[in-house]
């Protein structure tokens, strides 16, 4: 009796004991699980708060640890907190910001081709000294400074080839070019980011280089070189000097003794037209390109469609739209007399009309406007004169008075020929209304105002 009641008190004090065990196991387990359902919900709170901190534009509440990388481009900052970091992207290639596991790389990180179009671009030394230039000049010391219409400084630039030979370059005077057309201008800053360099070697010598530089203001760094370039666009500042633009982001540069256009868009630089031209120009009022080819014809490009006209052989004078097609005047110059002929050819390269020994042809919507010794002539596109020829005071002018003036009033046609070519103002108008070309009336010695 007594072990076995003796053994019956063991077996139950032992069976108490595992109880006690299981109970601590079981309270162990669910303390661990409420730490570690505690940990999540926190962890997810954190996360949530996190997310709404990221949508509102500010940092994780905890960033154990943060980092900036720069590019050519821009930089990337990366604030790291408990799992997941943000990363902000403030470059050309990608302006973006994300929210993202710890482990996330960063995008486009190997996108740095920006210069590997042309691996042999010179390097800007950034640790030049730029000298005091408190009353803005435009160079100081070597210095290039530029900037901005508010005369804000964009930023700087250090003669590489020499010591002081460089300049903001000045647009290209070409053979083919009008004779009114303006030279030695220079070419503007673009978009307050871009600005074509002259840099020069050995200057006013025979062994002189000059490089044209693409300079890009804001990445400090030069993004192009070229021989020359010229200007598409004219513009003029608040004190009426002009400088000269580019078409949108295309400019018409020369490479190998040939013209082409290259465009540039957030700092890349890339070729829109090969260099195969021995001649480019720009008309700007059509906004259409004029080619001169290798075999010295001439060819018409609209550069938003990419359509070519077909070639011609004479020099382009001028260009028009008429019922969506492109008309082209062309001429060819009798060096003897300077007179010249000149034929009007749609964008096939079909000639329509031809003048011989004219002075000028000039197109219009419902007619075409040529001068022959001292008179006018209006016609149509068949060639017939719609109007009686008009008697001019001159058609040479030595100053910048014009032989005469169009204007257009709804269906009227106002043609005014000035008395002299000295500003006396006093002009002849004749009004002609362009239903029928009846002459509506004549109006003598008329003082004009502008």
Request: glycine share 2%.
């Amino acid at each position: 009796m007594f072990n076995g009641t003796a053994g019956s008190m063991y077996e139950e004090i032992e069976e108490a004991r595992r109880i006690k065990l299981r109970k601590r196991k079981i309270m162990r387990k669910r303390i661990t699980a409420i730490v570690i359902l505690l940990i999540i919900v926190s962890y997810l709170l954190l996360l949530l708060n996190d997310i709404r901190r990221y949508f509102n534009g500010e940092h994780p509440l905890i960033t154990i640890s943060y980092s900036s990388k720069d590019y050519d481009d821009g930089k990337v900052e990366t604030y790291y907190s408990i799992g997941w970091l943000f990363r902000y992207y403030t470059r050309e290639t990608i302006n973006d910001t994300e929210i993202k596991p710890f482990w996330s790389p960063i995008r486009f990180d190997s996108t740095l081709n920006r210069f590997a179009s042309d691996p042999n671009l010179p390097e800007i030394d950034e640790n030049y000294v730029v000298p005091d230039n408190i009353s803005k000049q435009s160079k100081v010391n070597g210095v290039l400074f530029f900037y901005d219409k508010d005369e804000n400084l964009l930023g700087t630039y250090k003669c590489l080839l020499s010591e002081n030979d460089c300049e903001i370059a000045l647009s290209s005077k070409e053979d083919d070019d009008k004779q009114n057309r303006p030279s030695n201008i220079q070419m503007s800053i673009i978009e307050n980011r871009y600005v074509f360099v002259a840099d020069y070697k050995s200057k006013n010598t025979q062994a002189e280089e000059k490089h044209i530089y693409l300079y890009d203001i804001v990445a400090k760094h030069i993004i192009a070189q070229y021989q020359d370039v010229r200007y598409t666009v004219l513009e003029r500042d608040e004190d009426n000097k002009m400088f000269g633009t580019i078409d949108s982001s295309k400019y018409i540069v020369k490479k190998n003794d040939r013209w082409g256009i290259d465009e540039v868009i957030k700092g890349k630089v890339a070729n829109f037209e090969d260099y195969k031209y021995k001649y480019i120009n720009y008309d700007e009022e059509n906004k259409l390109y004029i080619f001169k080819d290798e075999t010295n014809q001439w060819i018409v490009m609209n550069a938003n469609t990419r359509a070519y006209s077909s070639p011609i052989t004479e020099t382009i004078d001028s260009l028009y739209y008429k019922n969506d097609k492109i008309y082209i005047i062309a001429y060819v110059k009798n060096e003897n007399t300077l007179r010249k002929t000149y034929y009007l050819y749609n964008q096939d390269a079909v000639n329509v009309l031809s003048k011989d020994d004219i002075d000028d042809l000039k197109a219009y919507d419902k007619f075409l406007a040529y001068t022959k010794d001292d008179y006018l002539y209006i016609i149509d596109y068949d060639g017939k004169e719609v109007i009686s020829k008009i008697k001019l005071e001159f058609t040479i002018s030595y100053t910048n008075i014009k032989p005469y003036t169009i204007k257009l009033m709804g269906n009227t046609l106002i043609i005014s020929t000035p008395k002299e070519q000295s500003a006396t103002h006093l002009t002849t108008e004749y009004y002609y209304n362009m239903e029928d070309w009846t002459l509506i009336r004549t109006r003598d010695n008329v003082k004009e105002t502008t």
